[in-house]
């Protein structure tokens, strides 16, 4: 996605910030939408010069038959929980995604190398903004582009916008690049392998398979080909780093500002090294400094090619996303993915596998959260706040990080401690508020552990709902005919 045209830019553009996550009102209802209104507003978009290279037959057969008020509700919602860059950063380069690279490098490694070769773009470069945007082809998106495009054409704000997205979208298919059916993704309209707003395929996608099509749902050489060419057509310096995390000097006092580069030479004599300790490197023309979580956090210096990856996705947290992804994917080591300096936080972020394991925990003791993706959505969030408060736990704050896990779903579970001598708001550095972790009546986590052990999964997702084999009892949340909810163990055939 182009940095005017991406996801991230739109939600700029229309108050959201969908890198942080900071956000002050919850989901707004879907709203009512006139089909009527619908309706005429495409006939008026078919004649509108917009349309003009789009053809009649095109635009009447992928016209959608009612809009989806859906696409309306995200394009107004802000979250309502605040994600900290340790948040965003765990669940997003995590053991899993590095290890789901690393395979990735070797299966693609002949395709990466001709890339690399025509584009100049490092292949691990490659690689991260692949694992970022769709974890390397498995999350492609599942909305119906031509229904969200054509609604957010005709209701609520940036229609000028949207028109000529759902435009585009429609010349790719009467251009036969892509298959109608294939043409899902994001509410916003983004979709393939990675990414791409309609308006940046039309201008950067490549056939590099030599199909005569460029396929950037099925074909992964045209999909990894149209980012190398994106991050190229954007500034890329081949040969050169991203950055580089790196340490201050004690005393140290400077601005985050990574667009005010300066030379090498500089920042060495500034007293600047290498996270570890080492000199650091010339191979970077200039650089500014990143500080993400401040002076106390992990620091960086970054440069040109950490720009393009800003601008494929306006925000710096996914710039150091994809940084950080390719740089372990270049180690081939997924056994730390933590930077050399810790986040100033006492509560570090959770990776996916943890997160599913908080959200079986909070399935088993009968919270309806939905399903278990590893992803920490507003039902997971509020299910937390619940247990929170069913436990006397203050503030109850919804976040799903070490502690929380630790004590839902890991060796500090309350079964594994006394519960007259814990209280879970010593466990978070906050004064006691002296009530012990015992059931309470409304609470069915509270009397389901006093039945099993909740551990860490190892096993994949496709095996969770299977019966435990190293002593854990796992339940389900059933609800009957008669609208009665009940809890029942996996391995008694449910």
């Known amino acids: 996605m182009s940095h005017l045209n991406t996801y991230a830019s ?23 939408l006139s089909n009527a209104e619908f309706q005429q507003c495409l006939n008026t978009l078919k004649n509108s010069s917009q349309f003009r290279d789009v053809s009649a037959s095109t635009f009447e057969r992928y016209r959608p038959s009612e809009p989806d008020p859906s696409v309306i509700q995200s394009l107004n919602y802000q979250p309502e929980f605040q994600k900290d860059i340790w948040d965003y950063l765990s669940a997003l380069v995590d053991k899993e995604r590095v290890e789901d690279g690393i395979r990735a490098k070797h299966q693609w490694a002949d395709t990466l190398r001709q890339i690399e070769s025509r584009y100049g773009v490092k292949a691990e470069h490659v690689l991260g903004v692949w694992g970022v945007e769709s974890n390397f082809g498995q999350t492609l998106g599942k909305k119906p582009l031509f229904e969200s495009l054509a609604t957010l054409s005709c209701f609520d704000r940036r229609q000028s916008y949207f028109r000529g997205e759902y435009a585009n979208a429609l010349k790719i298919v009467q251009n036969g690049d892509i298959n109608p059916n294939d043409m899902t993704g994001s509410w916003a309209g983004a979709f393939g392998q990675t990414q791409f707003m309609p308006s ?17 749902v099925n074909s992964v050489p045209d999909a990894l080909a149209s980012t190398a060419n994106f991050l190229d057509k954007r500034g890329y310096r081949s040969g050169e780093a991203w950055g580089y995390e790196v340490k201050l000097p004690d005393g140290y006092w400077a601005a985050s500002n990574r667009k005010d580069k300066k030379s090498m030479s500089h920042w060495r004599n500034q007293g600047l ?3 570890n300790g080492s000199p650091l490197p010339y191979d970077l023309s200039s650089a500014g400094l990143l500080l993400p979580a401040g002076k106390d956090g992990p620091a960086f210096l970054v440069g040109k090619n950490f720009d393009t990856f800003y601008s494929y996705n306006a925000s710096e947290s996914y710039a150091l996303a994809i940084a950080h992804l390719s740089d372990l994917i270049t180690k081939e080591d997924s056994s730390k993915t933590d930077f050399i300096t810790a986040w100033p936080t006492s509560d570090p972020g959770i990776s996916r596998q943890q997160a599913k394991d908080i959200q079986q925990a909070l399935l088993n003791a009968g919270y309806d959260i939905g399903g278990v993706d590893g992803i920490i959505g507003d039902n997971t969030r509020t299910a937390i706040q619940q247990y929170q408060s069913s436990r006397g736990i203050f503030p109850a704050d919804g976040r799903a990080g070490q502690r929380f896990y630790g004590l839902i779903a890991g060796n500090d579970s309350p079964n594994n401690v006394p519960s007259s001598t814990t209280s879970y708001g010593n466990q978070y550095g906050q004064p006691s508020n002296n009530q012990t972790l015992t059931p309470a009546p409304a609470d069915r986590m509270g009397q389901l552990i006093q039945q099993q052990t909740i551990t860490p999964s190892t096993s994949s997702p496709q095996s969770s709902s299977k019966p435990s084999t190293s002593g854990n009892t796992r339940y389900r949340r059933i609800t009957d005919a008669d609208g009665v909810v009940r809890l029942v163990r996996v391995d008694e055939g449910f």
Do not use: I, K, Y
């Open 200 to 216: 940046t395929f039309l201008e950067l996608a490549v056939d590099f398979d030599g199909d005569g099509r460029r396929d950037l």
């Open 10 to 32: 739109l939600a700029a553009a229309v108050g959201l910030s969908l890198a942080t996550m900071s956000a002050q009102a919850a989901r707004p209802e879907a709203p009512n």
């Open 273 to 275: 090294t290498l996270a």
